[in-house]
């Protein structure tokens, strides 16, 4: 299903970023007429981390001047806006109240409809994101929709758009997770995904071997736990304390890449095959990973089913507004602004 709304603005505050975007839909294509994010990096960098309260209170002060210059950018006033999407769940409580809140006060103010967005839904509409100026091929259904990020690792077997069928997810840490706490392991800053991901490149996978959970389980279930733990053991063993530092820093940065991007790609394709489907649809922070992208291009190719694969560009991976206008229009189901509720524990298992 799609709507007659042609100008919606998407707000995102799930977790640290405080972004705005204004998108158009022309037909089948939509266009990123503005996408401001901003976050609160250096302090996460200072702490290793996020801090819910203090995320909270940075958005606060971001969350009015970044829709205004959303606008701006996009060269439209308020009268041009034919919807308001936000984010309404899962993330940090104090972080969505800020989005929805705001987004709340300006549908009543400005007596436009509300659309909420499931977040993890929204990182998937990325995918239908047209740039200006490139040709693309939109997906199409039925597609398997990989979810890599911080807080989330799902498989889900898309019929349509608002129709889907769960496979399975992480059992404990998501990809992102686990790239993030190995970083911090190495003491490395967060977060840990670019980060590795960049001295992997330096690195050789072969020289410290890693396992690989649940890779064989015959389910779409995943556990990351278990790896890190095994970094953990890694990094206080004599063979790992006897190599030059460096060389053992970007050769396990380059283990733990690849440890994580086997299993994602593994359990992936079984699901494209079991099902049938030759299409795929990666979307979350970790999309970004190149890695990830190379391999599952790779395998998807190799199937036997031959797959389409779709991967948004690295700032559509990342928590964006674009990607809650995005799925809006495809989502078009307004609710009571004065109803409407912060769930931070939503998720795709209906
Ligand atoms: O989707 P996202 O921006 O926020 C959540 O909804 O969680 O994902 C953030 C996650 C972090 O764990 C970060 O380390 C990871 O995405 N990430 C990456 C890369 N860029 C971001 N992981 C691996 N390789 C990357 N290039
Ligand atoms: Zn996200």
Known sequence: ??????????????????????????????????????????????????????????????????????????????????????????????????????????????????????HLIGHFYANWITEEGIAKNLPTFPCIGLLVSGGHTDLVLFKNHGRYQYLGGTRDD??????????????????????????????????????RPMIDTDDFDFSFSGLKTAVFRMISEKRYKSYPQDLAKVNLAASIEQAIVDVLVKKTISAAQKYNIDQVIVSGGVAANTKLKKQLQHNCQLSIVNCQLFIPPPHLCTDNAAMVAAAAFYYPNPVNPLKLQVNPNLSLIK
């Open 174 to 211: 998501a990809a992102g997770e686990c790239f993030d706490k190995c970083a911090k392991l190495l003491n490395l800053p967060y977060p840990g995904g670019p980060i590795i991901s960049k001295l992997a490149q330096k690195g050789d996978a072969k020289i410290f071997n890693l396992p």
């Open 1 to 118: 299903m799609s709507t007659a709304f042609k100008i919606i603005l998407g707000i995102e505050t799930s977790c640290d970023e405080t972004s705005a975007a204004v998108l158009l839909k022309n037909g089948e294509s939509i266009q990123i007429l503005s996408n401001i994010v901003t976050s609160s990096a250096s302090l996460q960098a200072k702490y290793g981390g996020v801090i819910p309260e203090q995320a909270a209170r940075e958005q606060l002060k971001f969350i009015i001047p970044v829709i205004s210059e959303a606008l701006l950018q996009a060269k439209v006033t308020k009268n041009q806006i034919d919807a308001i999407a936000a984010t309404f769940g899962p993330g940090l409580i104090g972080s969505l109240l800020v989005g929805v809140e705001t987004t709340k006060t300006l549908s009543l103010i400005w007596d436009r409809p509300l659309i909420p967005i499931n």
